[in-house]
């Protein structure tokens, strides 16, 4: 393991199960999920358009996913080479995706009537995935949470001078409801609790943080109910998974200039829920690319789908996931159970490693030779990753430093000899095994 990874592990909170899964499994599924499917104009909707809780009940009226099969989701993420799913299992919105006891506000209480997330799970158990939740700290529906800034009734005088919310009575509600679904599903391995913002101030109101949240005993709560679970770090206690969202880090990511467990989350398109006019889709090779940056960073990749209103992924979004899939499929050794690699970077490639393997991604595909520094005697055999095929390699020769390839070559470089033809992949991989006691 290299020195990153282990300094990072060093930083886990004790209490806290192990995160070992997940720094091994490398890449997820996210799934948003919710009304705000049907509206279609992504998961924010409701506060974007500033829709009072009442009016946003429409959703719920016409929810109706006749073509939800968990099954289909399940061995989507499979297929596509992810080992954990996180879902929502309720997003700011405040609606229950799971037969809460606790609201009428839930998925059994529309046309639907199924409980979502425990067909999830089940489905999860079975392609022998690991379940995670998403759990919006926030809730724009609950009575008794606070107005503010992001909430959508941000404009409403009356309601801003009359409503009466006690925090203390939603804190108790978010608990209750974080007990039920830690109690009623089997195990779960991963808690994504979604977002804290204590720093913000409107003038009127203030954002809301770990007083608010109870976050201290929600953390020992859920603990209490599954003394396995990994927590994510958007609770305002400044540990769990660092999760930057959005972007790629330069490289892995720290926590006061220590490196730490992290996990990137990202879109297809921008949006997290299902998007009907956002076209903005990351191309297939793209999102490879993008999970092999991430675990050369050492960090995770949880990779979002929003499902529509009638229960599927979108075409496009099979489609990705089919195309990342057929590239895990030959490719899987190179991302799962790797990390950061310490050797110097060739041009334009990313390398992982595991042990004395290191792993090759070309992301730009050179004219006939790589070189790759200070590795001179250390090389015992390589090969291409996707179909096995040796990839022969030289020492850099002084005396032959007159030939067109060594010429320019750094001293104690290795050359590889590739052929013209790009393999038909989206990013080839050589896998480079090193001697033992190189
Ligand atoms: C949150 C949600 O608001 C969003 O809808 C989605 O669920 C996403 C995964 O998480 O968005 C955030 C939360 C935190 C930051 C940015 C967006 N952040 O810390 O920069």
Redesign the pocket.
């Known amino acids: 393991m290299n020195e990153m990874m282990k300094e990072a592990k060093a930083q886990w909170p004790a209490h806290y199960g192990s995160p070992e899964w997940l720094v091994h499994d490398r890449f997820g599924l ?1 799934i ?1 999920w919710g009304l705000y499917a049907l509206p279609a104009r992504h ?2 909707v409701m506060t974007w358009e500033k829709t009072p809780p009442e009016a946003y009940k429409t959703y719920m009226k016409y929810f109706n996913p006749d073509l939800y099969d968990a099954k289909k989701w399940a061995k989507a993420a499979k297929q596509a080479g992810m080992k954990y799913v996180v879902v ?1 299992t309720k ?2 919105e405040g609606f229950a995706m799971w037969d809460s006891a606790l609201t009428d506000y839930k998925i059994t209480n529309t046309p639907f009537g199924r409980d979502a997330i425990a067909e999830l799970v089940e489905a999860l158990r079975e392609q022998d995935l690991k379940v995670g939740f ?1 759990h ?1 700290l ?1 809730d724009w529906h609950h009575p008794d949470f606070p107005l503010d800034g992001i909430h959508p009734l941000r404009e409403d005088e009356e309601a801003k001078a009359h409503r009466k919310s006690d925090i203390a009575n939603y804190r108790t509600y978010l608990h209750e409801q974080v007990k039920e679904l830690l109690t009623n599903y089997g195990k779960i391995d991963y808690l994504w609790f ?2 804290s913002y204590p720093d913000k101030d409107w003038g009127w109101s203030t954002g809301k943080g770990k007083d608010d949240w109870g976050s201290e005993e929600l953390e020992r709560l859920a603990l209490q109910l599954q003394p396995d679970l990994i927590f994510n770090n ?1 609770m305002d206690l400044d540990r769990g998974v660092v ?1 930057p ?2 972007y790629q880090p330069k490289g892995p990511a720290t926590r006061d200039g220590v490196p730490v467990i992290w996990e990137a ?1 990202q879109t297809l398109t921008g949006s ?2 299902y998007d009907r006019d956002n076209l903005d889709f990351k191309s297939p090779e793209l999102l490879v690319k993008m999970l092999i940056d991430t675990v050369s960073k050492n960090g995770n990749l949880l990779l ?1 789908v929003g499902p529509n209103g009638r229960g599927e992924f979108e075409t496009r979004a099979l489609h990705s996931l089919s195309e990342i899939g057929e590239w895990m499929r030959l490719h899987e050794c190179s991302i799962v159970g790797t990390g950061r690699s310490e050797l110097a970077v060739p041009e334009d490639c990313r390398l992982t490693q595991r042990g004395s393997t290191v792993y090759v991604h070309l992301f730009s595909w050179p004219l006939k030779h790589l070189h790759m520094p200070h590795l001179e005697g250390k090389i015992d055999y390589a090969q291409f990753l996707h179909d096995a095929s040796e990839v022969r390699f030289k020492q850099h020769d002084p005396s032959e430093a007159h030939s067109h390839t060594d010429a320019e070559v750094d001293p104690g470089s290795v050359t590889f000899e590739l052929p013209v033809q790009k393999p038909d992949v989206l990013v080839p991989v050589i896998e480079v095994f090193l001697k033992e006691d190189a």
Do not use: K, L, V
């Open positions: 996210f948003h998961e924010w929502t997003h700011h998403y919006s926030i979604d977002f958007r999760t969202e959005q989350c997290w829920g979002n």
